[in-house]
């Protein structure tokens, strides 16, 4: 049984460019959260999807920032026009449940230069 | 706004040298407080789970245990290995499905 799986794990975008962050959740799980580690600092929650539907999207920043998970295929996290303060390590988890424990994947280390 | 901190911020151990780490915490409702553990470029690992206060739970040398204020990560006689950073973090009745996380103890256990 796979685990979640992100990609890519690493992604080095110009300033401008645009950044898509994939995530496939656990076989099974239906529940996908992504939190954003910035250097030095703690895991912070952006957003929490089912599928077709966003949850609660009260950590995304307002602008250039956005996250889908469709009927079929992965998770998606993109981010417009990117600038250096996006630099960090995006995770993505997983779970059954609302009440379930949240397994993480490996992250995507975004460097913007 | 719900709150996790965690001490120390780093400690240093011998290998053999039994200790705990400590996360605080303030929510309104707790639903679940989780200990995940951190190696570098790597994604949190799940270690445990705890629901109400006086539960506890155990994995190889770890303990974790949970009161209303707090939760302890208890570690009995670590090997070099047992060495990264470990998270805690909460879950409330009013945040949904998120987790709040703490900043994390970066345990080093030297040979």
């Known amino acids: 049984n796979a685990g979640v799986m992100q990609n890519p794990r690493h992604l080095v975008r110009r300033r401008g460019q645009e950044a898509r962050l994939r995530c496939s959740p656990m076989?099974?799980?239906?529940?996908v959260y992504w939190y954003r580690q910035l250097p030095e600092e703690g895991l912070k929650f952006m957003v929490y999807?089912?599928?077709?539907?966003?949850?609660?999207e009260s950590g995304m920043p307002k602008e250039r920032f956005s996250a889908e998970f469709p009927k079929e295929g992965p998770s998606i996290l993109r981010i417009q026009q990117v600038v250096r303060g996006d630099s960090a390590a995006y995770f993505c988890?997983?779970?059954?449940?609302?009440?379930?424990?949240?397994?993480f994947g490996q992250g995507t280390r975004l460097t913007v230069v | 706004e719900d709150q996790v901190t965690q001490s120390p911020e780093a400690l240093r151990l011998q290998e053999g040298e039994s200790s705990s780490l400590n996360c605080s915490y303030t929510?309104?409702?707790?639903?679940?407080l989780f200990w995940y553990r951190q190696d570098p470029g790597k994604g949190p690992e799940f270690l445990f789970t705890?629901?109400?206060a006086g539960e506890e739970k155990e994995k190889e040398r770890l303990k974790a245990t949970l009161t209303k204020k707090e939760s302890f990560l208890h570690i009995t006689a670590p090997k070099p290995e047992d060495s990264a950073t470990y998270l805690c973090?909460?879950?409330?009745?009013?945040?949904?499905?998120?987790?709040?996380f703490g900043e994390g103890t970066q345990l080093t256990v030297n040979p």
């Open positions: 988890a997983s779970s059954s449940s609302e009440r379930t424990e949240a397994f």
């Open positions: 076989k099974g799980h239906s529940h």
């Open positions: 999807l089912q599928k077709e539907n966003i949850i609660d």
């Open positions: 929510v309104s409702g707790l639903r679940g």
């Open positions: 705890l629901y109400s």
């Open positions: 973090a909460v879950q409330a009745g009013t945040s949904g499905s998120r987790l709040t």
